[in-house]
């Protein structure tokens, strides 16, 4: 029997060896709804399904961002949603349990007032969903539906 790189060979016989599956994960369910209250603020929820696939035990973060209509991130105030770098952001993070994992009724609220910054007026926006997981390098994104346009209304 002789080994060359992933190949081996048995007496004329050839046998090759899979690189291991890949963590995946998809948003199966996406809906946005307006005017919600949480916590004394008015503001908007995104709920989402999602299937989480070979990330058992690991955190996945699921996160909104949020863009102006010139698809240019949104900037924020510092805070509970604000990105690292300043942008606005509303995030969970959830622990799979099992090897494929469905994660029913997630729910991201964003407060008006953190999309608006307080600026009375009409605000044509957009938010993206992802699915991230830690890599041991970098944040990997898993998936990212397209973006969803809103209109944000701030008397």
Known sequence: MLRYGIL???TGLMMTVS???????RIVRLKAITDVVRGGQKGMVIQLDSEID?????QVV???LFYTA???LLLARPGAYSTSDGFVTTQVVVTS??????VKNTELFIP???LSLGIRGIHCLKFRVQVLYFNGFN???LDQPDAVSFVLIQP
């Open 97 to 102: 349990p099992f090897a494929l994992t469905n």
């Open 70 to 72: 010139a698809n240019d």
């Open 19 to 25: 690189a291991p599956a890949q963590e995946s994960a």
């Open 112 to 114: 008006y007032d953190e």
């Open 62 to 64: 699921i996160r909104a």
């Open 8 to 10: 081996t060979v048995v």
């Open 54 to 58: 070979r990330l058992k035990d690991r």
């Open 139 to 141: 944040f990997a994104i």
